[in-house]
């Protein structure tokens, strides 16, 4: 990496994660800059090339970070682009619901930020890999909360008031779907409203679902989430006690086979994904530098 007073920054923006003008962000971040001797890139995603955009990009541009302005789905988009390499992913929270900074304790004051960003604090973390060609860096689940993204995708306003306005009509469609599980061995056959792939330990709501959670173990977690209970949502939301095990089951692997009856909706990291009878899933160990407070 060069002299830290000389590093190049790749600045990946998504204009509609979160539904704030990203405008804002492109004048921060430049005022910021305008001063230091830092190369600075801004690059706009368009929602159709991304994938060839970013390529083109860092391969031209040669970045020593690249920086994520926007949600997790974002995240995950130029994560997928670093995998293999020694650049660094950093994250200006600028989405809806925004799980990984929260998870991470990134400011969300602009300046606040950048500051992180153009620091040393760099460590490596895993990723799960879904089906062979999906990455997810932070939740990834089937069942309800998908659902919830669902019917989130489809509305035109954003932020997390959109998510709260959608949870009574989902809860109202709660569904138990009947699942096998396959992981070191074991086979688990049981009903469930939700099952969750955690490689980290929170919701951008600050809802804690995977206490156990760190992101750079070499493990991830799968939490079956049984039955829906007011107590237990409380320990997710404020006590972060344990929880009941004959409602929610917790367990650590690194490699997991879920395959449902029927069809189950499915989402990774904040992108709702499709409806899916079979999820396989495997640790990739220290795959990505992410830059954290």
């Known amino acids: 990496m060069q002299n830290s007073t000389h590093l190049k920054l790749l600045f990946v923006i998504n204009p509609v994660s979160g539904g704030i003008d990203k405008e804002i962000f492109k004048e921060g971040i430049r005022n910021y800059f305008c001063q230091t001797e830092y190369e600075i890139v801004l690059v706009t995603l ?4 991304d994938d060839a955009l970013l390529q083109s990009q860092i391969r031209s541009f040669q970045p020593d970070k690249v920086i994520a302005v926007g949600g997790d789905g974002t995240i995950k988009l130029v994560a997928e682009q670093l995998i293999g390499t020694n650049i660094a992913l950093g994250i200006l929270p600028a989405g809806s619901a925004n799980g990984l900074a929260t998870e991470l304790g990134m400011p ?12 040393n ?19 990834s689940d089937l069942g309800l909360n998908a ?3 669902k ?18 009509p989902v809860l109202l469609r709660r569904r138990l779907f009947k699942t096998t599980l396959e992981y070191d061995g074991i086979k688990i056959n049981c009903s ?4 969750v792939l955690a490689n980290a330990r929170s919701y951008g709501t600050g809802l804690v679902i995977n206490p156990l959670g760190e992101m ?26 344990p929880f ?16 449902t009856r029927k069809k189950v909706f499915f989402q990774i990291d904040g992108e709702y994904m499709d409806k899916v009878t079979c999820v396989k899933a495997r640790i990739l160990p220290s795959a990505i530098n992410l830059i954290c407070p």
């Open 46 to 49: 368009n929602g159709k090339t």
């Open 108 to 119: 969300y004051r602009l300046n606040q930020a950048l500051d992180i960003i153009i620091g």
């Open 121 to 139: 604090s760099i460590k490596k973390i895993d990723l799960v890999l879904i089906n062979e060609k999906e990455i997810s860096i932070h939740l």
């Open 147 to 149: 659902l919830l993204l």
């Open 151 to 168: 019917y989130y995708s489809k509305g035109s306003i954003r932020g997390k008031w959109a998510y709260a306005r959608l949870f009574i």
């Open 192 to 195: 469930a409203f939700m099952i």
């Open 216 to 241: 750079g173990d070499g493990k991830f977690e799968v939490i079956i989430i049984r039955e829906l209970s007011f107590w237990e949502l409380l320990k997710m939301m404020f006590t972060h006690r």
């Open 244 to 259: 009941d095990p004959s409602k929610t089951e917790v367990m650590q692997t690194s490699e997991i086979t879920i395959t």
